[in-house]
């Protein structure tokens, strides 16, 4: 069985900084793309940043230069550091598990975690 189990959320001041964490199991995600999307409510899910298997880094526009993606593969687990939060990056933060072979093999998802940022 598939899991990816978010932490490190809550309620932060604008200005301030948290680091998610994700960690999987029942799959070998060295070899999955790692991504963390993000859905504020009355929005669409967005990319807020994703890591490949080979370390390469993509961000969403609005977070760029503030959030850091990084992964720890012995410890089947991704980070997301957020620095510089704003109100508007209030959202259920979600991990995102993805590998494509020529087709979709797999892609799997957390169950979420709330970022509040709000003084």
């Known amino acids: 069985q598939v899991q990816l189990v978010e932490s490190g959320g809550g309620l932060v001041q604008p200005g301030g900084s948290l680091r998610l964490s994700c960690t999987t199991s029942?799959?070998?995600?060295?070899?999955?793309?790692m991504g963390w999307y993000r859905q504020a409510p009355g929005k669409q899910r967005e990319l807020a940043a994703q890591?490949?298997?080979?370390?390469?880094?993509n961000y969403g526009d609005s977070v760029k230069g503030r959030f850091t993606i990084s992964r720890d593969n012995a410890k089947n687990t991704v980070y997301l550091q957020m620095n510089s939060l704003k109100p508007e990056d209030t959202a259920v933060y979600y991990c995102?598990?993805?590998?494509?072979?020529?087709?979709?093999?797999?892609?799997?998802w957390g169950q979420g975690t709330q970022v509040t940022v709000s003084s």
């Open positions: 029942g799959i070998f995600s060295s070899i999955y793309t």
């Open positions: 995102n598990a993805v590998r494509y072979q020529g087709t979709l093999k797999g892609d799997y």
């Open positions: 890591i490949t298997s080979s370390g390469s880094t």
